[in-house]
């Protein structure tokens, strides 16, 4: 090959700045994320009166950890076949839960056993699923997951949130989301440890 043909081959002009910095930023940005996780893993016991549950992608790691106690569920809904759904629903995913018809068997209930997880309709003949949830939280010495199932929406949400509810499910029940919640609700048992 001459030295002609061989100044005529295509020149490597390396790496350009922009992709030589991208090159550099991706390795230190994705380490400052993991740090980033795994400090508000780490410290956010310390932190008063900060929610767990704000931080999405905790719940999923810690709910593929073996716990050895099965989690503590109530459905509280008063129709039959609702709570018959939810059982289906639940059971299928290894959770055993108890259930009630009122709002008044809810508070009994939630006296005598301590559950990690509360699913109550808010629409119960008696006392309402808000009124039920406010009497739970006055009642209750730890800290329970209370979760409103409605099929229609209330209008002001501040009023669920004023009550103690911690979220809402809109029925016809979704597994998915039900399953969700349920793995909310076990990671944070697992931090209450």
Known sequence: MSLQKASKLPQSKGLKPLKLWMALLYPLIFGLVGLYTWMLDKFASLVPNRRFESYSFLPTLFASWNLNEPLQVLVVDGNACHREISHHLLEKNGTIADFACDG??????????????????????????????????????????????????????VHMLAAGVDGYLKTPLVSSELQKEVRVSSALRYRAR
Do not use: F, N, W
């Open 104 to 157: 008044m068997e809810a508070i009994r209930a939630c006296r005598q056993k301590h559950y990690d997880l509360v699913l109550l309709d808010i629409y119960l003949l008696g006392i309402s699923g808000l009124e039920a949830t406010a009497a739970i939280r006055r009642e209750s010495t730890r800290d329970i997951r209370i979760i409103a199932i409605t099929g229609v929406l209330p209008v002001d949400e």
